[in-house]
T-cell receptor
Framework: DAKTTQPPSMDCAEGRAANLPCNHS???????VYWYRQIHSQGPQYIIH???NNETNEMASLIITEDRKSSTLILPHATLRDTAVYYC?????????????FGQGTELSVKP | DTGVSQDPRHKITKRGQNVTFRCDPI?????LYWYRQTLGQGPEFLTY????????KSRLLSDRFSAERPKGSFSTLEIQRTEQGDSAMYLC??????????????FGPGTRLTVL
């Protein structure tokens, strides 16, 4: 699975959009981009995933560049409850049993 | 609540003791995963089951660790002769083993182990 690079930390004002970047320059054609988040003292939570088209669900939007070498997770109206560590994971859909390989993630702090 | 549950939530033990953790996945999920997370790090994969078959074990899973999923439902993770380096959060996750949902793993709250 391709390696990802994320900034270690970011701040965002409550009510504003939070844009979390992820670089995955070595991504291959059959690898998906997944985003998870982990609120303090809880297990990780699935947010969204995509292959090449932009995706949106009730939690967030995922924008993948045309060359697929980077992506951005967008939380449109961040709240204090969105404070968490956000993990960007790149993996083949049918990789070795579906295990997830987590990096260090981005610690997002949403401030009032 | 139909999410993934883990028991106990916290465990404090002395070095050298054995401990066992339990995970109850979402009922229709046939895949079950164990991860370990130390402070400041992302979760690390330990092992996974499809139904009752253990299909992969990480090199992190030393011979002191054993996991079972006897009837393809709940799973247990046992650590024998615990060491201080085993102190971590042990996370369980489950998923449907098919299609686009393979990567959508649902995690439990974890069991925090402290080895004194």
């Amino acid at each position: 699975d391709a390696k990802t690079t994320q900034p270690p930390s970011m701040d965002c004002a409550e009510g504003r959009a939070a844009n979390l970047p992820c670089n995955h320059s070595t991504i291959s054609g059959n690898e998906y981009v997944y985003w998870y988040r982990q609120i303090h003292s809880q297990g990780p939570q699935y947010i969204i995933h995509g292959l090449k088209n932009n995706e949106t669900n009730e939690m967030a939007s995922l924008i993948i560049t045309e060359d697929r070498k980077s992506s951005t997770l967008i939380l449109p109206h961040a709240t204090l409850r969105d404070t968490a560590v956000y993990y960007c994971i790149v993996r083949v859909l049918y990789n070795q049993g579906g295990k997830l390989i987590f990096g260090q993630g981005t610690e997002l702090s949403v401030k009032p | 609540d139909t999410g993934v549950s883990q028991d106990p939530r916290h465990k404090i033990t002395k070095r050298g003791q054995n401990v066992t953790f339990r995970c109850d996945p979402i009922s229709e999920h046939n895949r079950l995963y164990w991860y370990r997370q130390t402070l400041g790090q992302g979760p690390e994969f330990l092992t996974y089951f499809q139904n009752e078959a253990q299909l992969e074990k990480s090199r992190l899973l030393s011979d002191r660790f054993s996991a079972e999923r006897p009837k393809g439902s709940f799973s247990t993770l046992e650590i024998q002769r615990t060491e201080q380096g085993d102190s971590a959060m042990y996370l369980c996750a489950s998923s449907l083993g098919s299609g686009r949902t393979l990567g959508e793993q649902f995690f439990g709250p974890g069991t925090r182990l402290t080895v004194l």
